[in-house]
């Protein structure tokens, strides 16, 4: 699977953002989806993550209650809805398809496929 992510971009603490990944091929409704990010100096980290069904979803503590994941199967599309940005969100943010694994994981090593990333930057 291809992955294609967009929709970073410079907002203010406090500020809200919406990044979108594309998804190619017919299998993405199967896998489970996450979403990544690695700031300047640090190891990549997990952000939020969410079933093939949209079901199930799993999220960093640093972004719960702030950050929405959710997907649209039809569209082969996965968001993350960022509301309350701080500082310390700015990185580049990645998503990332989980093509084998059963349960929800949040380790980047389950995740097979990524797209290139899109740059969050927030002011304060």
């Known amino acids: 699977v291809q992955l294609q992510a967009s929709g970073g971009g410079l907002v203010q603490t406090g500020g809200s953002l919406r990044l979108s990944c594309a998804a190619s091929?017919?299998?993405?409704?199967?896998?489970?989806m996450g979403w990544f990010r690695q700031a300047p100096g640090k190891e990549r980290e997990f952000v939020a993550a969410?079933?093939?069904?949209?079901?199930?979803?799993n999220y960093a503590d640093s972004v719960k209650g702030r950050f929405t994941i959710s997907r649209d199967n039809a569209k082969n599309m996965v968001y993350l809805q960022m509301n309350s940005l701080k500082p310390e969100d700015t990185a580049v943010y990645y998503c990332?398809?989980?093509?084998?694994?059963?349960?929800?994981?949040?380790?980047?090593?389950?995740?097979?496929?990524w797209g290139q990333g899109t740059q969050v930057t927030v002011s304060s």
């Open positions: 990332a398809a989980d093509q084998s694994s059963y349960l929800l994981s949040r380790l980047g090593t389950d995740f097979g496929s």
């Open positions: 091929g017919r299998s993405f409704s199967r896998y489970h």
């Open positions: 969410i079933s093939w069904h949209g079901g199930s979803t």
